[in-house]
């Protein structure tokens, strides 16, 4: 009788649950709302052969590492928990020169293995004898934007954008392009020291 009892009961349950009318369906995995601050910039001239501006939502912190020379930088994003490399040579000789060109182009495409697409722009400020490359990386690589920018003969400073997560671009692509636009700042108000 126990028995009888407790199937007629399990066997209304899962007649009630099957007949609730509730359609089920999976949800697509979700990402956290990402508050993006207002842009605003100040300037960074700290006594090196350059200036630029800079967002004021980040810090510009001097390079603490072991190799480090004078006029490295990064500029900090905590809000994203990502960094923009900055380094800066003086160049001696036109070896040199060509050697950091070669050595921009060298880390930029060592994310060829993970990225979708790798575009290079060149940037022009003759007025201002600025020239370089604008590199945009496209897919789940450890950087997603770098450049270098110099007066072909004595200056030399270059940049890269690096997040401290594991690469995800669908994920980070909102804060990329976000950042974008503050390196597209930097590059078009930067200026030489002569």
């Known amino acids: 009788m126990k028995r009888q009892l407790l199937f007629i009961l399990a066997a209304f349950c899962l007649f009630l649950t ?3 009318g509730n359609n089920y369906s999976p949800k697509p995995r979700g990402y956290y709302n990402i508050e993006l601050p207002k842009k605003e910039y100040r300037t960074f001239d700290k006594g090196c052969a350059f200036s630029f501006d800079y967002p004021v939502y980040a810090e510009m912190i001097a390079d603490q590492s072991r190799d480090t020379r004078p006029c490295w930088y990064n500029l ?12 800066y040579y003086d160049v001696v000789s036109k070896r040199e020169y060509e050697g950091l060109v070669e050595d921009a182009r060298t880390f930029a495409f060592k994310h060829t293995v993970k990225a979708n697409a790798i575009d290079q722009k060149q ?34 400073f ?17 804060v990329v392009a976000f950042i974008k636009k503050d390196i597209d700042r930097m590059i078009s108000t930067f200026k030489w020291k002569n």
């Open 76 to 87: 900090s994003f905590p809000q994203f928990n990502g960094r923009l490399h900055l380094t």
């Open 158 to 174: 270059r940049g890269a954008l690096y997040f401290n997560e594991r690469p995800q671009y669908d994920s980070i692509q909102p």
């Open 123 to 156: 940037i022009n400020y003759p007025d201002k004898k600025v020239y370089g490359i604008y590199y945009t990386i496209e897919g789940n690589t450890a950087s997603s934007v770098q450049f270098f920018l110099t007066d072909s003969v004595k200056y030399y």
């Open 18 to 20: 099957a007949c609730s």
